[in-house]
């Protein structure tokens, strides 16, 4: 039986009110304990250091749910969260106009961006630029955004830009040996992390982790190297077979 076939007998056979590892099911919120310290790592630098933000990891590595808890996590009194994401490849304007769009500056260029930045920090206001699947941007907006981080004197937007390794070196080669930039990589889940993942999925659908034996649930965790995205495709092919 294949995964295209199997989609309504895998649900009747289960029994699930929805497919619970589907790539996206709606409220589904799991932050392990392992990603806690990252998301205090990230709102301490954001408010003491002077360095954009990079957090590494492969697809499917849960970056755009550690975003989401970054803007959630985040006064909204205090900051303003710009939330950009790279429409195919994403050059330098179309950042900056992401980001004019955002802050309703008529002119989206680089001067009246961070015009408008040092406006709203006379008022109290942060700017927090979070950049989903970066590694998409060209070199320039890479660029554009190490300058935004940088800042005046007056003020300085802090930049997060969430992508695949690649981004490292991309920007290693642009700053020349400075100390512009920090990188955080997230890493993959722990067994009991897993196994945690798993059962808040199966719950979600109105099942528990007992749908899955012991030996399944070894084999998701080791087969998927502990990373989110693959242990929903694991998992799921794992159900269907035993079916």
Request: proline share 4%; no cysteine.
């Amino acid at each position: 039986m294949t995964s295209l076939s199997a989609d309504d007998s895998y649900l009747d056979h289960y029994g699930f009110s929805h497919d619970p590892f589907a790539a996206r099911v709606p409220g589904f919120k799991f932050f392990p304990a392992q990603r806690k310290p990252v998301l205090g790592q990230l709102h301490h630098l954001a408010r003491y250091s002077q360095l954009l933000l990079v957090v590494t990891g492969p697809e499917g590595s849960g970056k755009t749910l550690l975003r989401q808890a970054l803007v959630a996590s985040s006064n909204k009194q205090a900051v303003m969260s710009v939330v950009i994401t790279p429409q195919g490849t994403a050059d330098s304007s179309a950042v900056l106009q992401q980001i004019g769009q955002a802050l309703n500056i008529q002119h989206a260029d680089f001067d009246g961006v961070m015009a408008q930045i040092v406006q709203l920090a006379l008022t109290g206001q942060e700017v927090y630029l979070l950049v989903d699947d970066a590694e998409q941007l060209t070199g320039a907006a890479v660029e554009t955004l190490l300058r935004l981080a940088a800042g005046s004197p007056e003020a300085r937007p802090h930049v997060f830009l969430f992508g695949e390794d690649s981004l490292v070196s991309r920007l290693e080669a642009l700053v020349e040996g400075e100390e512009r930039f920090h990188v955080i990589a997230l890493q993959p889940y722990e067994e009991d992390e897993t196994r945690e993942y798993l059962a808040q999925r199966l719950e979600g659908a109105g099942a528990g982790l007992e749908t899955l034996s012991e030996e399944q649930i070894a084999r998701i965790h080791e087969q998927s190297g502990g990373w989110p995205g693959a242990i929903n495709l694991v998992a799921r092919e794992e159900l269907i077979e035993a079916i």
